[in-house]
Structures are given as C-alpha cells and as structure tokens.
C-alpha cells in the first residue's frame, strides 16, 4: 500500500497581487506525474486546497482537472480530501457525492456522525486495504467549544482539549468496528498547529522571520497541539497547516508533508516537498521525501541594504536559465543613511534595466543608525500582527550596543528557548 502525503496547496494564491496558476499547474502536472510513476495507491491532501473561501473560477477548474486526471490517467483508486481554516466547508463538499462515485473522499468539514468521516479503502475486489478516519480543520462549532473561557490560557486549554477528544473518539469507533484487529494500516489527518512544530526554517530563522503565510489557528500564538493526543492505534498521521516540511514531537509517522510551493518570501529557501509512505499490513516501511522541483515555480529572493548594494545586486541577479520561470520575483528593502530624492528614480531605473528580476514590493527608508531611534518610533508605522519577536529582540539588542555576532551566536538561540518555553508553558 503506498500512500502519498500532500498539503497546503493554497491554489488560487497570489503574492502581492499577482496570479500565479501557471506555477500551480506545473505543480499539479508534476504531482499527476508522480503518481503514475511512482504507483500511489491512495492520495491524502491535509487541508487548505485553496487559498481562500470563494477561490477564482480558474483555480477551481484546475482542481478539477486535476481530480479527472487522477482518475482517468493514473493507477491511483482513492483519494481522501480535509479541508483546511483556508477552504470553505461547502464549497469543498459540493461535489462530495459524486466525488464519492469516483472514489475520491471529500471531507469539507467535520460530520456530525463521526462515522461518516471514516473512509474505508478497498481494492479492486472489494479486499479492504486501509481506514482513513478524516479529519478535516475543527472549527469551533466541531469541538463543541462554545463555553466562555476566563483568560486564553483556559480557552487555549480548552481548545486542546476539545481536539484531543474528537481523535480519542475517533481511535474508539475504529476499535469498535474491529478495524484495530485487522493487518491493515490505520490512517488519521489533520489540520492544525502542533507543538514543538515551527513556522522556521533554519535560515530564515537566522534571519529572524516568521512565515507570513500561517498564523497560528486558533488564538494568537497558541491552540498548539501536542503530539500525544493523537492515539496510538493510528499507524499514520497525515498533517496540513505548517507549511515548512517537518516530523511531529520526534515520531516519524506523524508528520507535515508542507506546502508544495513557497507561498510567502518568507519560504523562500524551504525544500518544498511531498511524501511517498509504503506500508506493508499494518507495518510501516519506509517514508520518503520527495523534492517538488524548484524549476516549476519562480524563484522568490529578498535583497536589502544600502542603495549601492541594492542597486548592485539587482544588476548582478541571474537569470534562471533552466526554470520555466527566467524572471525571479523579489521583496527589496533599501535603507539610506541620510535623505536621497533621487534614491526612487535611481532603484526604479535599475529594476527596468534588468529583466531577471521584477520587484513585487520595495520599500525606501531613511535610517541614522539604530540608537538614535527609539523602539516606538522605530516600529510606529507597524500594526501590532506584522511585529516579529525576533525583529525587536534583535532591534533592542542593537540598542544596547550588542555586536550582529554576539547576537547571532550567542543570544538569539538563548531568546528563542525562551520563547518556545513561554509559548509551550501554556498548553
Ligand atoms: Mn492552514
């Protein structure tokens, strides 16, 4: 039985404004690829299809297109689809039944029944192969959260709580179904932000971003869940929401396949990848990772300093010569040390020249040095979401005259246990 693991498409999704369905087609013709090379048996997508609620007419189409050639061009028999806090329950459940007569299991969001969100996978003579139980994104009203909590500590627990007991109930149906007792493997997804889990990469996180792309679900930083409170009897647990590629509280069977795409600068240099899971029975063989090409999608960079650098960097920026995609989409931040009018004309005239590169975002600022801003100031045109932890502590370190190495090496993996350990104190 081999099973492939995806997430996060977010299709539809455009990067300051502009469209991006010929990267998402690369995509889904990849994906149609692999999975007639690689012999997938059934395919589970974790949440967030699309990017948003009503999505564009085209994005809905490829999604389509994609399910008929599943269907029609590959060996793949199944496939079981959970929406994320991205889709929209009904819009995803439209098709459900004759999804249904195609084998392609649809669960928008959670049932009423728990029952109707078991998929029982079964080969062609009718042998059965699998249980999923589905489990889409839980909103509110699915966890039975409706009581008024005290401070988001307690609605925080409580929501963990809530969770914990939808899976619990889930282990115990298939129990009582008898399916623990067979030689076949027991699978269960899910959308949501699990502890220990990190929205970093190790380079960005050098860098002291955050990805852009997902906020925390439930209430500002928390709602994490922990790894435990998925039950044991699960031989897989297929997750979406974090899109960076990644284990879960160090059990190799639960897992984030991640986004296919970087779908914010800030996933810029994340390896984008599927997984291909092999089980042989019940018993776990091997997961492999499968890097999504980076030639189907553009290249997205961040360039920032000083005008000269910029302007420098931006003239010696290569073309992709074997992408389909030769012209790379950039974020650029120049910070002058005194006022330039002319900084403008200057950066606009280079970005012309040069075709390589088109900057979907610039920003000029004018900036003395660091002590002589105050953190207020510093931050002032900022609302209170787009501030990053990492962003101030690096900024008031500077302030206290901290050297750039002192701060990388020294302090700022200090600041992060620190972090994490205000953060998990709360679960
Ligand atoms: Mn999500």
């Known amino acids: 039985m081999r099973i492939l693991h995806t997430a996060d498409w977010h299709l539809g999704q455009k990067l300051y404004d502009k469209e991006r369905f010929d990267e998402f087609q690369n995509f889904l013709d990849w994906l149609i690829e692999l999975i007639s090379e690689k012999h997938v048996d059934l395919l589970i997508v974790a949440g967030d299809i699309f990017d948003v609620a009503n999505p564009p007419q085209k994005a809905i189409e490829q999604y389509y297109q994609f399910l008929a050639k599943l269907v029609k061009q590959t060996d793949c028999q199944h496939a079981v689809i959970v929406g994320g806090n991205h889709d929209s329950i009904q819009s995803l459940n439209a098709p459900k039944e004759l999804a249904k007569l195609l084998q392609l299991h649809i669960i928008g969001g959670a049932s009423e029944k728990s029952e109707n969100d078991l998929v029982e996978i079964q080969d062609n003579q009718g042998n059965l192969q699998a249980v999923v139980a589905a489990v889409p994104f839980l909103r509110d009203k699915d966890i039975r959260y409706n009581q008024i909590a005290s401070d988001s500590n307690t609605r925080d627990k409580m929501i963990v709580e809530a969770i914990s007991k939808h899976y619990a109930a889930m282990a115990t149906l298939l129990e009582q179904k008898g399916y623990t007792q067979l030689n076949i493997p027991l699978i269960t997804t899910g959308h949501l932000f699990a502890q220990g889990c990190s929205h970093y990469n190790a380079e960005s996180q050098e860098n002291g971003e955050e990805n852009q792309s997902e906020k925390a679900i439930y209430t500002g930083n928390l709602g994490k869940v922990p790894a435990h409170i998925f039950p044991k009897i699960f031989d897989y647990v297929a997750l979406g929401h974090l899109h960076r590629s990644q284990i879960v509280g160090g059990k190799e069977h639960i897992r984030y396949s991640g986004s296919p795409l970087p779908l914010s600068f800030s996933e810029r240099n994340d390896e984008k990848s599927v997984l291909l899971i092999d089980f042989e029975g019940k018993k776990l063989q091997n997961i492999q990772k499968i890097a999504v ?33 030769p012209t790379s989409w950039a974020e650029i931040r120049v910070v002058l040390p005194s006022p330039n009018p002319n900084a403008k004309t200057q950066l606009e005239k ?60 020294n302090l700022l993996p200090l600041f992060l246990e620190i972090k994490e350990s205000v953060e998990n104190q709360v679960q």
């Not at 920032?304 to 302007?311: D, H, K, Q, S, T």
């Not at 900022?382 to 206290?400: A, G, H, N, S, T």
């Open 293 to 325: 090409p980076s030639t189907i999608y553009r290249k997205l960079i961040r360039i920032a300093g000083n005008l000269e650098e910029v302007c420098e960097k931006i003239k010696n920026f290569p073309i992709q010569s074997n992408s389909s995609f």
């Open 350 to 409: 280079v970005l012309q020249e040069n075709t390589r590169l088109e900057a979907l975002f610039y920003r000029i600022d004018v900036c003395n040095t660091y002590q002589s801003t105050s953190l207020s100031q510093q931050f002032a045109n900022k609302d209170l979401q787009e501030l990053d932890p990492l962003e101030i502590f690096r900024f008031v370190c500077r302030q206290v005259g901290c050297s750039e190495e002192d701060i990388d090496e």
